[in-house]
């Protein structure tokens, strides 16, 4: 999503410091990874919560997250992970650097053409068996007390909730991310639109950082490769 084509040549070059079976299985994963959904985490302050939607996002084929920060500051826990933030695309939006961060992560959102829906049990919010991925969806998850803040739930376009028949009124965090996209994902395989998955430019794009991400001393293959051409 950067805006600049990736450059085949150090994708081939690059292909050849790969193992054979590690490109076969990027290649399974790519031709399923989507931006069709993406999820929003605003203000998360336990890096475990936050590091297991990064994983869910992951085993769901969800190749983008955003997480916007305000009174604190995200890190990634890799024992989480399992090493699934190196394969998803993270955007943060720091309030201490952008007054206006919400603002700015969801511009970006509906410039990409998402509908927003914050996910909250408040009055006017719909059930997830009501909700119809018709469009490209974002779903925003606040932090594990409080939920989303006023700001965010104002400037949504819905809010959406997971009916519940207990006492207790929220799951953990990663939990509601993998109940929400594990519907929605199943709706949308009825009728899967042509935008749903991935273009072959945007495969490109992370093909090359994949492998740069996996080739072994890569910093020295790419000055041997830019000295080539």
């Not at 603002?103 to 068996?129: E, H, K, M, V, W």
Request: charge should be negative; charged fraction near 30%.
């Amino acid at each position: 999503m950067s805006g600049e084509k990736p450059d085949k040549h150090l994708i081939n070059y690059l292909a050849g410091y790969v193992t054979d079976n590690k490109k076969a299985r990027m290649e399974e994963v790519l031709a399923q990874r989507t931006r069709y959904f993406t999820l929003v985490l605003e203000d998360i302050y336990k890096p475990h919560n936050a590091s297991a939607v990064i994983r869910t996002c992951d085993c769901f084929g969800v190749q983008d997250i955003h997480i916007i920060e305000k009174s604190t500051s995200y890190k990634i826990n890799p024992y989480v992970t399992r090493g699934a933030a190196q394969w998803v695309k993270i955007h943060k939006y720091e309030e201490r650097v952008d007054s206006n961060a919400v603002d700015n992560c969801f511009g970006q959102l509906r410039d990409q053409g998402y509908r927003i829906y914050a996910t909250s049990p408040f009055q006017g919010s719909i059930s997830l068996d009501d909700l119809e991925p018709d469009s490209k969806t974002a779903l925003v998850f606040g932090n594990e007390h409080a939920g989303v803040s006023e700001e965010v739930i104002e400037k949504s376009d819905g809010l959406v909730n997971i009916p519940m028949t207990g006492f207790t009124e929220s799951f953990n965090i990663s939990v509601s991310a993998s109940i929400f996209l594990y519907d929605l994902q199943q709706k949308i395989r009825k009728h899967i639109p042509n935008d749903y998955f991935l273009s072959e430019e945007e495969k490109e794009e992370l093909r090359l950082e994949w492998y740069k991400g996996v080739v072994k001393n890569v910093d020295i293959h790419l000055r041997n490769f830019y000295k080539e051409v």
